[in-house]
Every structure is written in C-alpha cells, then in structure tokens.
C-alpha cells in the first residue's frame, strides 16, 4: 500500500487474528488523512475475514500460523523475523490474541500498540463484554495502551466511554464499543505517527507532557472522525 507520499508516512505492520474490523479503519483512514504506510498484515490463523481485507486494499497479508510451532518462542522467532522484513517503525495489533514472550515485547518495546475492548485496567482478558453486564456496570469503552509483559497492562494512552444500556446483550454492547475502538485507535495511531506519542522507561508523553491518566478525546464519533487533533488542541 503505497501512494506518491509513502516515505512522509510512518511504516507499520498490523497483527490481526480474525475479522479484522479494526484493520479496515486503519485502511481506511490511511487513504484519507491517516500518515501511516501499512507495510504488512499478519495474522496467527489462516482463513481469516483480515487477510481479504489487507489483500483487496493490495497489503502484503502473511500468515505464521501459532500451531505448527512446538514452542511459543519459535512462534515469536518468526513472526519477528516476518516483521521486521518490512522495518516498521510501529507494530499495530488489532485483534491479535496471541501472549508474546519478553523477548518479542523488549524488540518492540515504545513501538507496538494494541486496543482492547474494556476500560483497563478493569476487566483485562477475554469476554469483556458479557462480564461487565455480569457485573451489573452501567459504563463501558475502549482502551489503547502500549504493549508490555503484563497482559493488557501496559500504559493506557487513551480512552472512549459508552453506557451499558436496559436491555444490552453482549452483541449488542460490543457493536457500540467496536465503533469506538474504530475511531479512537487510528487516532492514537496518528499521535505516534505525527511524533507527538512516546513511550520509554515506562513513561507516556504526550504533547511532551506525561500523561498520568489516559486520555478522552471528544465524545462524538463524527467530530473524532473528522480530523486527527493538531498539536496543542
């Protein structure tokens, strides 16, 4: 996926595992204002609704399927290896439902990103949405956070809210987060490739200023879509 501007755009490759919804926003907003060349798709399970997205769009789409490897560190040896064939500056995971080992993490550390479907550090793992009505929650959101060691530990970046409403199913509450998660993760994605987003030490600065809580865009999905903020605003 190239285009006459490709080496203003921060490179990156996309972990997937499934349908890769998340995937298509980037797609999509990288054809629009998004700055990012995905230089790659991988994906750990071949078959997958991703691997057609990334192919239609003409994004290399590699699978390195988890099972044909005896241990997780020879899985982890060749997704890096298939990685770092196209030298991206950022890894992206989108529904990527692998645990990587330290020495994936500590390649990549300040430079992989993933999104998950929860207000972290609440409800960390799987099955979020049935477990926050389980719960009895009356909110629920998204988080984007850095990468690291502890599951869906790292630090939260940013955040979008959406009540749990009479009558919700699972389904129906994951639809409502899924359309946040398509707005706010190509977002924070933007903030990195603008230079504006670091992470080192354990530290996350944005703007050069230490974020001690993660952030909450506006809360309209039209106006979030509309445009990546600008410095300062």
Same mark, same amino acid.
């Given at each position: ?9 921060? !490179? @990156? ?8 919804? %998340? =995937?298509? /926003? ?9 700055? +990012? ?6 994906? %750990? ?6 691997? &057609?997205?990334? &192919?239609?769009?003409?994004? !290399? ?8 490897? *005896? ?7 060749? =997704?890096?290896?298939? @990685?770092?064939?196209?030298? $991206? ?22 430079? /992989? =990103? ?9 409800? $960390? ?6 477990? +926050? ?10 988080? +984007? ?13 940013? &955040?979008? *809210?959406?009540?749990?409403? !009479?009558?919700?199913? /699972? ?5 409502? +987060? ?7 993760? $190509?977002?924070?994605? #933007?903030?990195? /490739?603008? #230079? ?20 909450? !865009? ?9 445009? @990546?903020?600008? *410095?300062? &605003?």
């Amino acid at each position: 996926m190239t285009s006459p501007s490709a080496k203003h755009r921060l !490179p @990156i490759v996309v972990l997937i595992s499934g349908d890769g919804s %998340n =995937l298509q /926003a980037i797609i999509d907003r990288a054809a629009d204002n998004l700055p +990012v060349e995905i230089r790659a798709v991988i994906s %750990n399970r071949a078959g997958v609704t991703g691997l &057609q997205r990334a &192919q239609q769009a003409m994004i !290399p789409a590699h699978v390195v399927d988890h099972t044909r490897f *005896r241990a997780r560190d020879d899985f982890d040896r060749e =997704l890096i290896r298939v @990685i770092d064939r196209y030298r $991206p500056e950022l890894i992206v995971m989108a529904g990527f439902m692998r645990i990587l080992g330290q020495d994936f993490i500590s390649r990549y550390a300040g430079r /992989a =990103l993933n999104v998950h479907p929860s207000l972290l550090p609440a409800y $960390p793992g799987l099955d979020t949405h049935r477990r +926050v009505l389980a719960a009895g929650e009356r909110g629920h959101g998204v988080s +984007v956070h850095f990468v690291t060691s502890e599951l869906d530990g790292g630090p939260v970046v940013a &955040q979008a *809210r959406v009540p749990v409403l !009479p009558g919700d199913t /699972a389904e129906r509450l994951a639809a409502r +987060v899924r359309a946040e998660e398509h707005v706010l993760y $190509p977002l924070v994605i #933007g903030w990195f /490739a603008a #230079g504006r987003l670091k992470s080192s030490g354990g530290k996350v600065t944005l703007d050069d200023v230490t974020l001690t809580q993660p952030v909450e !865009p506006l809360h309209t999905a039209d106006e979030r879509h509309a445009s @990546i903020p600008a *410095r300062g &605003q």
